[in-house]
Nanobody, 118 residues
């Protein structure tokens, strides 16, 4: 069955870094666009970063541009989010999503909590 399993979240101080991972299984990973979303308490889920199936293009939310980097390894069926210079505003549950362009196929992970606090 389809699975997306996020890991790497935790508690970090402001200015620190974390690297999130999302391991995929049960579908053809290398034809899916991968996206990281986040949802802070009391707020709507928002797009953080997206990367195309072949890593040819990526896009970032303005709030994270220059601080976060999305990457993927199709050989390992995994997508990553390197997060640097974290602030308290980055505190949220982070989710990975797999979406096949031109179809309704869309899969979600269970999320991983990132807390930025001193």
């Amino acid at each position: 069955q389809v699975q997306l399993v996020e890991s790497g979240g935790g508690l970090v101080q402001p200015g620190g870094s974390l690297r999130l991972s999302c391991a995929a299984s049960g579908f053809t990973f290398n034809i899916y666009t991968m996206t990281w979303y986040r949802q802070a308490p009391g707020k709507e889920r928002e797009l953080v970063a997206v990367i195309s199936s072949g890593s040819y293009s990526s896009h970032y939310a303005d709030a994270v541009k220059g601080r976060f980097t999305i990457s993927r390894d199709n050989a390992k069926n995994s997508v990553y989010l390197q997060m640097n210079s974290l602030t308290t505003e980055d505190t949220a549950v982070y989710y990975c999503n797999a979406r096949r362009i031109g179809t309704t196929d869309s899969y979600w992970g269970q999320g991983t909590q990132v807390t930025v606090s001193s």
